[in-house]
């Protein structure tokens, strides 16, 4: 966002700054991984996050900024070389460890209840399920929305 108007008082509103929409990033950085960057230990956001509007230095801004570039950028070149496939269980030549029934129960399940519990020791293939279940749901192989 970038502040079109400083703050102002309006006769409906009170205190009011006026903002309009400078860049729309398709794949937003996670409030964790810039809280474990040290450079932005004492951003105030990270010490005091009570409110909305927060001060930034140039440094930390440029910071963020990279993180956010790198991530989207990073996004943007998976996306031009990762062909997305249509996707039907049916079809997956490197199908889940389940049969077909138990994955459609699967599916269905989560249609119905809105989710599901995956659940054994570390290496035994959640993550595969999981995303084989996903791309069932899209109906491609798209790794960026999972």
């Known amino acids: 966002m970038e502040i079109t108007k400083g703050i102002h008082t309006t006769e409906t509103e009170g205190e009011v700054i006026e903002f309009q929409i400078a860049e729309i990033f398709e794949y937003p950085v996670n409030w964790n991984d810039l809280k474990g960057i040290p450079a932005l230990r004492n951003c105030e956001v990270f010490i005091n996050n009570q409110g909305s509007l927060f001060s930034l230095t140039e440094e930390e801004f440029d910071i963020i900024r990279e993180?956010?570039?790198?991530?989207?950028?990073?996004?943007?070149?998976?996306?031009?070389?990762?062909?997305?496939?249509?996707?039907?269980?049916?079809?997956?030549?490197?199908?889940?460890?389940?049969?077909?029934?138990?994955?459609?129960?699967?599916?269905?399940?989560?249609?119905?209840?809105?989710?599901i519990i995956l659940q054994g020791p570390p290496g035994v293939g959640k993550t595969f399920l999981a995303k084989k279940i996903a791309y069932e749901m899209m109906g491609e192989t798209n790794d960026l929305c999972i």
């Open 67 to 115: 993180v956010v570039d790198e991530k989207n950028i990073a996004a943007e070149r998976v996306l031009q070389n990762n062909e997305i496939q249509p996707y039907r269980f049916e079809d997956d030549p490197d199908k889940p460890f389940i049969n077909g029934d138990e994955f459609t129960q699967i599916i269905s399940l989560l249609k119905r209840k809105k989710n």
